[in-house]
Nanobody, 125 residues
Framework: QVQLVESGGGLVQAGGSLRLSCAAS????????MGWFRQAPGKERDFAAG????????RYADSVKGRFTISRDIAKNTVYLQMNSLKPEDTAVYYC??????????????????WGQGTQVTVSS
């Protein structure tokens, strides 16, 4: 089992930055790929960014490419999402997810069995 706890959400003005953190426990952190997803009110949960088990590969949704950066600190069992140049359309609950896989960064929610509780990000215009 893997437990995930997100933090770092909040209210920020358009153009601002936030850094989300996801602390993992319960299993060797380096065994699994990590993803950040987001869900706006009334919409489906969408992939935002993912990182491979060693952190050597990353993947981003087109909507966040060039503005968001995903990284992981294996020693701290933590994955981060640095969000810059935030826009009102980035407003959503952001979820951290994990899957035990060393080969692929998945973009589908169905591939990730482990989820955090989510953290709210609100970007005002």
């Amino acid at each position: 089992q893997v437990q995930l706890v997100e933090s770092g959400g909040g209210l920020v003005q358009a153009g601002g930055s936030l850094r989300l953190s996801c602390a993992a426990s319960g299993r060797t952190f380096s065994d699994y790929a990590m993803g950040w997803f987001r869900q706006a009110p009334g919409k489906e949960r969408d992939f935002a960014a993912g990182i491979s088990w060693r952190g050597s590969s990353t993947r981003y949704a087109d909507s966040v490419k060039g503005r968001f950066t995903i990284s992981r600190d294996i020693a701290k069992n933590t994955v981060y999402l640095q969000m810059n140049s935030l826009k009102p359309e980035d407003t959503a609950v952001y979820y951290c997810a994990a899957v035990i896989d060393r080969g692929v960064i998945y973009g589908s929610t169905t591939r990730y069995p482990y989820w955090g509780q989510g953290t709210q990000v609100t970007v005002s215009s």
